[in-house]
């Protein structure tokens, strides 16, 4: 009888993140971009990166030393998601001091910017708005918080709309465009402010 052996791992939130880098296109710009010389084995510029930059959201952490331990705990997880097979030593710090070295070239990293803000930003014109002008709408709410108001001059006791006057609370105020709900700004007020101040 041959033995079962069971590999679990924690997958939390590197799916989604990894999507989201994904669909950013951050992986597909990086590799038309970066060319690595021909001796360079293992995953490329463009997929280290995206791992990378997961791993920097998901675990709150930007230390490069940590990022070869963090892989090697979700190393199906990451093979799954890059759909190619993966070695631990594909993401220890040499490697993405590499990157780091990639990156720290002006043409490079002027390039790379280039081609994801093309993806990433959507300019609109909105001096040719139909009817003149453009709409904005504005929306104010609260939010009551468990916090300590002795240091804070955000979060303090006012005019509670949840009905919460116990509860220490901040103000948010809202502009949008008008009809496509494009959020334009935001601004946050102390909890002891009229919102009509904004």
Known sequence: MTELNIHTERVDDIPILFGFL??????????KIVNSHGNHQGLSIGWLTTAWLTYIVSESDHRMVEVETWADKHIQTLSAMIQQPLNVKDFTDDRLADVLQWFSKDNIWEEIENHLCQRLISVYDLQNEPKGLPTIRLDSTTASVYHDTENSTLFAYGHSKDHRPDLPQFKVMLSSL???????ATLVLSGKEAIDRA
Not at 178 to 184: R, T, Y
């Open 22 to 31: 994904k669909q950013m296109g951050i992986q597909d710009t990086i590799d």
């Open 178 to 184: 008008d009809p496509m709900g494009l959020p334009i």
